[in-house]
Every structure is written in C-alpha cells, then in structure tokens.
C-alpha cells in the first residue's frame, strides 16, 4: 500500500467510529466490559472519539509529512496496556502509518476493542491483513514498542535489549492551581482527574496549590463528578483508601468520593489525589523539572504555565501527543 492509501483506510475508520449509533457503542462497551469492569460507556465512548478526532485524511497527511516515510516494511512488536480502552491504537496508527507492519500482543484486559479496529480496518482495506499480524509471542521482529508499568519494564529491557526498542514506564499527570481559578475551570478540571477513573497516564493524580489554599470551590466545582462513587471498582478503592486513612491518623481531605491528601508522591491510589503547596513560581518549577521524568502531562488555567494544557484537555490528545515524550514516528521511521 502506498502512504496515501494507508492515511485513507484510517480516515475512512475515523469516518466509520464517528457515525456509530448508540446500540452499536453499547454492544462494543458489553464485550469490552466482560474484559476489563473499568470500561464503562462513557468511558469507551470517550475513547473512541478521541481517536476519531485526529483519523481525518489532512490531520493525518499533515502530521505523516513531516517525516521521512519510506514503506520499509519491518516488523514491529507491540507490547500493549490495558488500563483504558484502545490505549494501543496509537502505536498501531504510528507502525502502520510509517510503513512497517505490526504484531502486536494485545492486553487481555483489552482485546476486545483491539480486536474491533482491527477487523474493521481489514473489511475497509483488505490489504491492512498483510500489515497486522496478532501474536501471543514476539518473535521475528525488528524492533519493539512496549507499555507496562517501572516493574514490567525491567523485564521488557532486559527480554527484549537486543532489538531497537522504546519501552515506557510509569507516568502521570499533574495539575496546577492559583486563587484566580473559577468553578467553570476546576470542573473542566474534574475530566483530567475522573475520566477513566483516573487509570490512565493522562490523569491528574497531583496537584501542585498556592500555600494555604481553600479547596472549598475545588469541592464544590467537582460534585458533578459524584457517581463515580457508584462504581462498585472505584467505590471499593475509596473506602479501603479512606480507612487506611482514618486508621493512620493521616491528614486528608474528604467530599465523600475523592480523598485529598497531602503527598511529595506523584502518583495517586485510585480515588486519591495527592497535592503540594508551592510558595511561588520558582519553587514550583523546581518541584516539577525535579519529577518531568515521571510526568506525562501539566494542566493549568488556559495552559498558561509553559508546556501545559487547559483544564479539561489532557485526555484529548492530538495525534503527534506521543507517550512519555518520545517520538514514535521518528523512532519508526529511522530504523
């Protein structure tokens, strides 16, 4: 296939999870869910418009021309998580649109959906069953792309040191707050900290807050995202984190389905956001160049804080938003 017939086979995908009806989002979301309990609907819905969003044949031409795509043609093995619905279709979109030809070994906690994008490019474009070759084992391969956790990854580096390789460790989010921030802006806040449940390395699990701030509004602006709470997952993983709490006598804050709690950590229990007073700017860019190893995305009031985001927009990636920092596409196309 050429590079345009590939960018037209994933624009023609986009096309197709753009104009899905509800029944079928519904159906997708059950089998996706008899996997993985965390996958609710909106969730897998989320999911899939956001990747829609960049599968438009000028969005992908752009992004493909600023690399040197040459149809070589070697095969890539893909080590994919599972922790939110379709988290390895990028690494597919990257190993196909540059040419070469992926194995992938799905995540058992999402194969499911996996599976679904797959058959679906191959009944657009049958040719793509030359390109995707699905594999419980990784062998006979010419470089690898795999996702797990700081533990999987010593493992990965060590199993697969041989090959050109990207493995990605544990990431996270963090937001930054001031005292000029409005209800509207911590409730767009709420969608870095709740969707997905929080599961995914986009979330905001840290918050860096003015000393002596009042999370009051914070609270307030945030009780739209209560039923969370009536997720039995997320439900049991508050109230263990709760009586861990209580039981310690550690200082926390409580509004009944998010704890807060102050922690030098980055990363967060499920249902748990950790946070840091900061005295001024300088301070806190020291706090964070000290930890940008470990974080995936910065959130702040209209992304104004160098590098971040806005409120709400670090789960809406754009197509060359690569994962840990590292550029797929460059990786794949000079091997």
Request: glycine content about 6%; proline content about 3%.
């Amino acid at each position: 296939m050429t590079i345009k017939e590939r960018i037209d086979t994933f624009a023609k995908l986009g096309s197709h999870l753009k104009n899905l009806s509800a029944e079928e989002i519904e159906q997708l979301q059950l089998r996706a869910a008899s996997e993985n309990p965390w996958f609710t609907a909106d969730n897998v819905k989320a999911s899939i418009e956001g990747i829609a969003k960049f599968l438009d044949a000028s969005v992908l031409s752009d992004w493909v021309a600023q690399y040197d795509v040459k149809d070589q043609q070697k095969t890539i093995g893909v080590v994919m998580a599972g922790n939110i619905p379709l988290v390895g279709f990028h690494d597919l979109l990257c190993v196909i649109i540059s040419g070469n030809k992926l194995k992938p070994k799905l995540s058992s906690k999402d194969s499911s959906l996996m599976h679904y994008v797959i058959d679906k490019l191959i009944a657009i474009n049958p040719a793509m069953s030359d390109y995707i070759h699905i594999a419980d084992q990784l062998k006979g391969i010419d470089g690898i792309i795999a996702t797990g956790s700081d533990n999987s990854s010593r493992y990965f580096e060590y199993y697969f040191s041989k090959y050109p390789h990207i493995i990605r460790k544990n990431r996270t989010s963090c937001a930054i707050l001031d005292n000029e921030s409005s209800e509207s802006d911590l409730e767009a806040l709420g969608n870095d900290i709740f969707k997905y449940f929080g599961l995914g390395c986009r979330n905001v699990s840290k918050l860096y807050v003015p000393e002596n701030y009042d999370f009051t509004k914070f609270f307030e602006s945030i009780e739209g995202f209560n039923e969370v709470k009536h997720h039995h997952k997320y439900a049991n993983n508050y109230d263990y984190n709760k009586s861990i709490y209580l039981v310690n006598k550690d200082h926390h804050l409580d509004n009944g389905f998010l704890i807060l709690k102050p922690d030098s950590a980055l990363v967060s229990p499920i249902s748990v956001l950790f946070y840091k007073e900061y005295k001024n700017g300088q301070e806190l860019k020291e706090s964070l160049t000290e930890q940008k190893d470990k974080i995936q995305c910065i959130v702040s009031k209209d992304g104004v804080w160098p590098g971040s985001k806005p409120f709400g927009k670090a789960q809406l990636p754009e197509v060359d938003d690569y994962a840990d920092g590292v550029d797929t596409m460059k990786f794949l196309t000079a091997l």
